[in-house]
């Protein structure tokens, strides 16, 4: 028997009217939708008229529920896999079943679409030649300020973050990076109350303050590139992780090298990685 196809499916952020063709082709097609939240999907899935079979897969059962489909998968059958918004898989439940999809030869297709930290990079208007993305900042202070303390880099960092938590995390970016460093709030991407602002780290708790509903809602926040003094220095930990790799595994080099140079471990670690992919 044929195994089926795993569908990466990307699903609006906010406006329904984001749903591309060939996403919503594609889960009028398949057998099984897994869903973050199936109540969620099946708004979605109900406007558009797609009578689907869901599934759920989400933090507290994706162990259970990829053992369960990667078993339809093998019989044949397709999945689209889906989260509550946007790309799953980055941030969000799914790459479990795609890795076991993968180990056991079975076709995965993505079919991309809408995703809100390339939304808000896109929107930012920094200027730089990569990007990267922090997912959620860690919820206890003393851990995001230790990863904040990591994000110190020469291009764009976007991150998410939670309305309760917003406005601790602005402070703690203004304590690390100081006032003059840019910041892009993009808060409800795409919804009906969507805000986009770009504006020193200095007037950003301000202007979160300045009316009730800005801080509600769901944020990306993109912090502004680092100063050229600190692109010299990550050059230079680059410089050194090459060394070191030479003779050591990515993990393993991007550690040594920070402790080497003092520029971020997590910075390190993602140009090992891509280093090795271009081997």
Request: overall charge positive.
């Amino acid at each position: 028997m044929t195994s089926g196809t795993l569908y990466v499916v990307a699903t609006p952020i906010g406006n329904l009217a984001d749903a591309s063709p060939r996403a919503l082709e594609t889960l009028a097609a398949v057998d099984l939708v897994a869903c973050e939240d199936t109540r969620t999907s099946r708004t979605l899935l109900a406007r558009h008229g797609i009578a689907a079979r869901t599934v759920a897969l989400h933090a507290h059962n994706e162990r259970a529920a990829s053992a369960k489909l990667l078993a339809a998968l093998r019989d044949g059958r397709s999945v689209a896999l889906v989260s509550d918004a946007g790309t799953p898989a980055i941030s969000d439940p799914g790459a479990l079943l795609v890795a076991q999809a993968h180990g056991a030869g079975i076709r995965v297709v993505p079919v991309p679409g809408p995703n809100a930290a390339l939304a808000a990079l896109c929107a930012s208007g920094f200027h730089a030649e990569r990007f990267l993305f922090a997912g959620f900042l860690p919820a206890s202070r003393g851990a995001r300020k230790k990863a904040l303390a990591e994000l110190d880099v020469p291009w764009p960092v976007a991150f998410h973050e939670a309305p309760h938590r917003v406005l601790e995390a602005v402070e703690d970016l203004l304590a690390q990076y100081g006032a003059a460093r840019e910041l892009v709030i993009a808060r409800e991407l795409t919804k009906k109350f969507e805000e986009l602002v770009r504006l020193p780290l200095g007037e950003a708790r301000a202007w979160l303050l300045a009316a009730p509903h800005r801080h509600q809602g769901e944020f990306v926040l993109v912090l502004g590139p680092g100063s050229e003094r600190r692109e010299a220095d990550l050059a230079e930990a680059e410089r050194v992780l090459g060394v070191l790799l030479e003779a050591l595994p990515p993990s393993e080099a991007a550690r040594l090298a920070a402790r080497i140079t003092g520029a971020p471990r997590n910075a390190l670690y993602a140009a090992a990685l891509l280093r090795a992919k271009k081997r």
